[in-house]
C-alpha cells in the first residue's frame, strides 16, 4: 500500500474593504464558493484521491447499505468501484471483463506481468483499514487453465493490517492471506501480541487447502473474528464445504486497527529478482461481499 496523499480543508483570512456595494457582492460571492468547495469536500470525506482511473463507479466505503449486516457488494456488473487502495499499475492491471462471470455480467479480470513493479508487483483493489473486530467475507475465483504450477508463491485474497507508524511499525506481510504455492491453496496466518511488530518477527503458520482447480469459479467463504490473544476466529468454506476452522487461536498483530480486505495478485518474491516459472498471472474475481459480525454465512456466498 503507497502512501496517499489527502487533501484537507484549510482555513485562511482574507480582509475585505465593504466601502461599497461591489465589494459586498464580492465578499459573497467568496463565501458562497467557500461553502460549496466545504460541502464538497465534507462529503467526499477528504479521501485520498490516488485511486486508478478506468473501470470505476461508486466508492466501497460511502456505497449504500444493501442490509444492516452487508458493508459492500461487488458485482462488477457495470464498472469497477473506486476502491479505497488501488494498486493497479497499467490498464490490464484490473478490467471488468464479460469472458467468464460466476453470476450477472461481468467479473473483474486482474492480470500481473513481470516488469509490473510500479505498486511492488502487485494487481490489486483493498477496502479501507478500520475497527470492524469480526466479519464475515464471501467470493469467487476462477483460474484459467494457463494459471500454471509455479515454484514462486503469490497471495490472491489478504487482509493486510496497517502499521502503527507513530510506534515505529513499517509495513510487514499480511497477517492473514489465501495465497497460491506450487498450484496448491494455501493459508497464511501471522500473529503476534507485541505492541510493536517488525517484518519476520511474528509467529507464522501455512495450512495447505488443496489443489488449485482450473477453468471453474470457486466460492470462498471467510468468517473472521480478529484477535492476538486467545479468542480469535477463522472459519473457511469452498464450494460450501468446510476447509478449515481455527477458533480461539490468536490471528494478528497487536495493532490499533483491524487487518482490511483485498483481492488481487501480489507475487512479492519478484521484488527480489527471483525467477519462477511464470512471467506473467491472470485470474477472475466475482461476487465480493463484506459483512460485519451479524452477518451469516447466507448472507455473503457468491450469487447470493
Request: hydrophobic share 35%; aromatic share 14%; proline share 4%.
Amino acid at each position: 500500500m503507497k502512501a496517499k496523499n489527502e487533501l484537507n480543508i484549510c482555513s485562511s483570512s482574507s480582509t475585505y474593504n465593504l466601502e461599497n456595494l461591489n465589494d459586498y457582492f464580492k465578499l459573497k460571492s467568496a463565501v458562497s464558493l467557500m461553502l460549496v468547495f466545504a460541502c464538497l469536500m465534507l462529503f467526499q470525506g477528504c479521501r485520498p484521491t490516488d485511486v486508478g482511473e478506468g473501470d470505476v463507479a461508486l466508492d466501497p466505503d460511502i456505497i449504500y447499505p444493501l442490509d444492516s449486516f452487508v458493508i459492500a457488494h461487488h458485482s462488477f456488473d457495470e464498472k469497477i468501484a473506486k476502491w479505497y487502495e488501488s494498486s493497479l499499475c497499467c490498464s490490464w492491471a484490473a478490467q471488468a471483463s464479460d469472458s467468464v462471470k460466476r453470476a450477472g455480467a461481468k467479473s473483474v479480470r486482474f492480470e500481473l506481468r513481470r516488469h509490473d513493479s510500479q505498486y511492488e508487483y502487485r494487481s490489486q483493489l483493498g477496502r479501507a483499514p478500520n475497527n470492524n473486530r469480526e466479519g464475515w467475507f464471501g467470493f469467487s475465483l476462477y483460474f484459467p487453465a494457463a494459471y500454471v504450477k509455479d515454484s514462486l508463491e503469490e497471495s490472491i485474497v489478504e487482509w493486510q493490517a496497517l502499521p502503527d507508524f507513530s510506534a515505529g511499525e513499517q509495513w510487514r506481510s499480511a497477517p492473514l492471506f489465501l495465497g497460491v504455492l506450487k498450484d496448491r491453496f494455501v493459508l497464511e496466518i501471522r500473529v503476534d501480541s507485541n505492541k510493536v511488530t517488525q517484518q519476520y518477527n511474528d509467529n507464522f503458520t501455512r495450512i495447505d487447502l488443496g489443489p488449485v482447480e482450473k477453468d471453474r469459479w470457486l466460492d470462498w467463504v471467510f468468517h473472521i473474528k480478529w484477535a492476538y490473544d486467545k479468542s480469535g476466529i477463522v472459519e473457511v468454506w469452498k464450494q460450501n464445504k468446510m476447509v478449515f476452522s481455527r477458533i480461539g487461536q490468536p490471528n494478528r498483530y497487536n495493532d490499533e486497527t483491524y487487518p482490511y480486505f483485498k483481492v488481487g495478485i501480489n507475487k512479492w518474491d519478484w521484488k527480489r529478482n527471483v525467477n519462477g516459472t511464470v512471467n506473467s498471472r491472470v485470474m477472475f474475481v466475482d461476487e465480493v461481499t463484506v459483512g460485519n459480525e451479524r452477518a451469516r454465512y447466507k448472507d455473503v456466498f457468491p450469487g447470493r
